[in-house]
């Protein structure tokens, strides 16, 4: 039977993996551990999802210095960038710190070389098949933690040997599959017995309490993050996250196989046209091709592409790193002590 950890994880001062019951107050402080930081040897069970020209040296250093694990984005980037990034992080930071491989980007090959090469320790992949790189991944001691979207995939990724998998709902900013966080979390955790990392709709303790609620072990938050104040993406990118609501997102390139959700705007509204209108997947490429570094990191708000995932709308404000982290475990924190409040005698 699976037991939800929330009762299981604040350890007393303690990172150890075993669940261990919650002492009285006065023994000392309690702390939110789960089997992720364990894993990965960090503070916080957040990781910083290793977003396409977001995730660089700047925000990935100020994630893990603050204890949770920053995920350097190699996106479609060229090898060498993603060399001189994972230098650059390791010059500045003892702490562990992962990198996201895009297995789409035409450079994967090479950046799974580059990995390697630089020893690092622990390696996400999204947008393609992680499995026949796994065992060179493993062998290298390396840390492999694949994105999924269903349970299908997820039941193949611990059996060909992953550590971890980040399970993404479709509310998530960027690639999407089709089932939402809240349904999906809970099926793998049924299905798999390594840690599970719940991404999609997450950007308080309000999420993490409820991601650990549905047997995840961790959390990974993309749009949080991105606007933050070291992140580089253009402040205009950031003021339009502040300035969304609840449906302010969209998902465009359902016709393409590659589902992709961020702001709407006149961007979106001519990629649908064009959809509607049966533009093959080559002319779509061809529209949207730079429209990410367009939109992200010179901030044209109109035609460039906004990744955003649907929490947008709870994102009132830009905030360091550390802030958003450390507000983010004690919330979580104050709700699972109040939620043991609400159970009663009879
Ligand atoms: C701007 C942006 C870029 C992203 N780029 C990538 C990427 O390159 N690779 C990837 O695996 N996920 C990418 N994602 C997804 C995030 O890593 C993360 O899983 C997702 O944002 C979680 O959902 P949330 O936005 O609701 O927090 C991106 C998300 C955003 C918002």
Redesign the pocket.
């Not at 991404?199 to 950007?203: D, E, K, V």
């Not at 906004?306 to 947008?312: E, H, P, T």
């Given at each position: 039977m699976f037991v939800p950890p929330a009762a299981a994880i604040l350890a007393e001062g303690s990172s150890r993996l075993r669940p261990r019951r919650r002492r009285p107050a006065r023994e000392g402080k309690t702390v939110l551990k789960t089997a992720i930081c364990d894993l990965f040897g960090i503070e916080h069970p957040i990781i910083?999802?290793?977003?396409?020209?977001?995730?660089t040296v700047e925000l990935v250093l100020a994630v893990s210095n603050a204890g949770a694990l920053g995920?350097i984005?190699?996106?479609h980037y060229e090898p060498d960038w993603v060399r001189e990034q994972i230098r650059l992080t390791k010059q500045q930071t003892s702490k562990p710190f992962g990198v996201?491989i895009?297995l789409a980007s035409p450079f994967a090959m090479e950046i799974i070389e580059v990995v390697l090469e630089e020893g690092v320790a622990i390696v996400?992949?999204?947008?393609g098949n992680p499995v026949p790189h796994i065992p060179r991944f493993k062998q290298a001691g390396m840390k492999v933690m694949p994105?999924v979207p269903s349970v299908r995939l997820a039941k193949r990724m611990e059996e060909a040997g992953v550590d971890a998998i980040?399970v993404?709902?479709m509310?998530?900013?960027?690639?999407v599959g089709e089932t939402t966080?809240m349904a999906l979390v809970p099926q793998v955790v049924n299905s798999v017995s390594i840690p599970v990392v719940a991404?999609?709709?997450?950007?308080d303790g309000r999420g993490l309490v409820a991601a650990l609620a549905l047997g995840a072990e961790g959390i990974?938050?993309?749009?949080?993050?991105?606007c933050s104040e070291e992140c580089v993406?253009h402040p205009r990118y950031k003021q339009k996250i502040l300035e969304a609501h609840d449906r302010s997102t969209v998902v465009t390139g359902h016709t393409t196989g590659f589902p992709l959700?961020?702001l709407q705007n006149s961007l979106t509204e001519q990629y649908l046209e064009l959809e509607k209108a049966g533009a093959t997947s080559e002319e779509l490429d061809m529209f949207a091709r730079g429209r990410?570094y367009l939109g992200?990191v010179e901030g044209d708000t109109d035609d460039g592409s906004?990744?955003?995932?649907?929490?947008?709308g709870l994102i009132k404000e830009i905030k360091p790193v550390r802030a958003i982290i450390e507000e983010t475990v004690s919330e979580a924190e104050a709700i699972i002590e109040n939620l043991a409040g609400l159970r009663r005698q009879g």
């Open positions: 910083q999802g290793g977003m396409a020209h977001l995730g995920v984005g190699a996106g996201n895009q996400a992949t999204g947008a994105i980040v993404e709902g509310e998530s900013g960027g690639h966080t991404a999609g709709g997450i950007a990974q938050m993309g749009t949080r993050f991105a993406a959700r961020s990410m992200l906004l990744l955003s995932g649907q929490i947008a």
